[in-house]
T-cell receptor, first 115, second 115 residues
Framework: AQKVTQAQTEISVVEKEDVTLDCVYE???????LFWYKQPPSGELVFLIR??????QNEISGRYSWNFQKSTSSFNFTITASQVVDSAVYFC????????????FGTGTRLLVSP | DTAVSQTPKYLVTQMGNDKSIKCEQN?????MYWYKQDSKKFLKIMFS???????INETVPNRFSPKSPDKAHLNLHINSLELGDSAVYFC??????????????FGQGTRLTVV
């Protein structure tokens, strides 16, 4: 069975602070994909990143960076110099790369960035 | 030029009614999904169709019936609506390519309120 755990229910920071959102996953599959999605107050789900299980390189995109560590089954997301517009619920998700896929989501972390 | 569009965005209806939510994608994807997001923001898959064929059917009441007339459309019909059906329903699509699984793109969601 697959499982994604986002232990942080809610995080509050002040603008310009750095913040890391944790994601720990469980799977017996050797090949899989990990994702992060953002759900702003408007409600839509916005894709942020896809990472396959063979690629453990960290990735940086502007103020966003992701740290994938298979040894600890973690795929953490860091926002540098947070902004009010980063306020949203962030979901980590996992999908197997065999057979027919379904995204298994974590419970989400609500990030509140205050001015 | 919306990638995944679903209608309506809001749906308020009385218990016992039958309602439908429509979804269309113009991404050329071969797999479409329905996800349910409850009041605690938890996202769970309901159904998945690949090339018009039902491939995933989670433990969803028989009152929910998906229909895929073609690869680009996946509609959700709900009979005899109950209070507990109130949630946000997301349609999504993805593609399985030579490399693996692409990210799923989500529609803007349909907020269903049963009164």
């Amino acid at each position: 069975a697959q499982k994604v755990t986002q232990a942080q229910t809610e995080i509050s920071v002040v603008e310009k602070e750095d913040v890391t959102l944790d994601c720990v996953y469980e799977t017996r599959d050797t090949t899989y994909y990990l994702f992060w999605y953002k759900q702003p107050p408007s409600g839509e789900l916005v894709f942020l990143i896809r990472r396959n299980s063979f690629d453990e390189q960290n990735e940086i995109s502007g103020r966003y960076s992701w740290n994938f560590q298979k040894s600890t089954s973690s795929f953490n997301f860091t926002i540098t110099a947070s902004q009010v517009v980063d306020s949203a619920v962030y979901f980590c998700a996992l999908v197997r790369n065999t057979g027919f896929q379904k995204l298994v989501f974590g419970t989400g972390t609500r990030l509140l960035v205050s001015p | 030029d919306t990638a995944v569009s679903q209608t309506p965005k809001y749906l308020v209806t009385q218990m016992g009614n039958d309602k439908s939510i429509k979804c269309e994608q113009n991404l050329g994807h071969d797999t479409m999904y329905w996800y349910k997001q409850d009041s605690k923001k938890f996202l769970k898959i309901m159904f998945s169709y690949n090339n018009k064929e039902l491939i995933i059917n989670e433990t969803v009441p028989n009152r929910f019936s998906p229909k895929s007339p073609d690869k680009a459309h996946l509609n959700l019909h709900i009979n005899s609506l109950e209070l507990g059906d109130s949630a946000v329903y997301f349609c999504a699509s993805s593609l399985r390519d030579r490399v693996g699984v692409t990210e799923a793109f989500f529609g803007q969601g349909t907020r269903l309120t049963v009164v």
